[in-house]
């Protein structure tokens, strides 16, 4: 069974610091691996997707690595700011688990001024 | 582009009620998925729709049920409410590629 862990649960930096959320998980049969942000009671944001082919993405700030055979992805914020507070979430789509997502519980980052 | 939306933001019952939950996806994505998220946890594969068929279930009773229309939006039915069953119900659309989330509906249950 696919489990997806995200470490760590909370992570409080100072603005301008470069940060690194880390996920990883059990089954490395994945089809592609996407990172999330989510606003408190809000709704979930894609921010960055990496096919099980890929090394890893970027979008702005933000670079997304991935590593399957050792089952293990991180997603680095340069510059950190404090419209980055907001919990980050990591999912997997693996062959296990068919056309659904396996979430881990998520990163709450805050980022002070 | 609308996005994914969620219909009805919030909404309240109590014990034993029945309650549907509406999303229309993102223009053309084909297929909807339905996920619960409880307080403080990731998201919960509830199962997913496409050509108006059940395609994939995860875990949860036959309390929950649901539906795809022609125009892929889809409705979400949870009858005999429990307490345990208020969190964030999100959707999310998807064309094959990576899936993209509505802004959830929060259902408490009292």
């Known amino acids: 069974k696919q489990e997806v862990t995200q470490i760590p649960a909370a992570l409080s930096v100072p603005e301008g610091e470069n940060l690194v959320l880390n996920c990883s998980f059990t089954d490395s049969a994945i089809y592609n691996l996407q990172w999330f942000r989510q606003d408190p009671g809000k709704g979930l944001t894609s921010l960055l997707l990496?096919?099980?082919?890929?090394r890893e993405q970027t979008s702005g700030r933000l670079n997304a690595s991935l590593d399957k055979s050792s089952g293990r992805s991180t997603l680095y914020i340069a510059a950190s700011q404090p419209g980055d507070s907001a919990t980050y979430l990591c999912a997997v789509k693996s062959n296990q688990a068919g056309t659904a997502l396996i979430f881990g519980k998520g990163t709450t980052l805050s980022v002070s001024s | 582009d609308a996005g994914v939306t969620q219909s009805p933001t919030h909404l309240i019952k109590t014990r034993g009620q029945q309650v549907t939950l509406r999303c229309s996806p993102k223009?053309?994505?084909?297929?909807v998925s339905w996920y619960q998220q409880a307080l403080g946890q990731g998201p919960q594969f509830i199962f997913q729709?496409?050509?108006?068929?059940?395609?994939q279930r995860g875990n949860f009773p036959d309390r929950f049920s649901g539906h795809q229309f022609p125009n892929y939006s889809s409705e979400l039915n949870v009858n005999a409410l429990l307490l345990g069953d208020s969190a964030l119900y999100l959707c999310a659309s998807s064309l094959g590629g990576g899936q993209f989330f509505g802004p959830g509906t929060r259902l408490t249950v009292l």
């Open positions: 729709y496409y050509e108006e068929e059940e395609r």
């Open positions: 223009s053309g994505h084909d297929t």
């Open positions: 990496i096919q099980s082919s890929q």
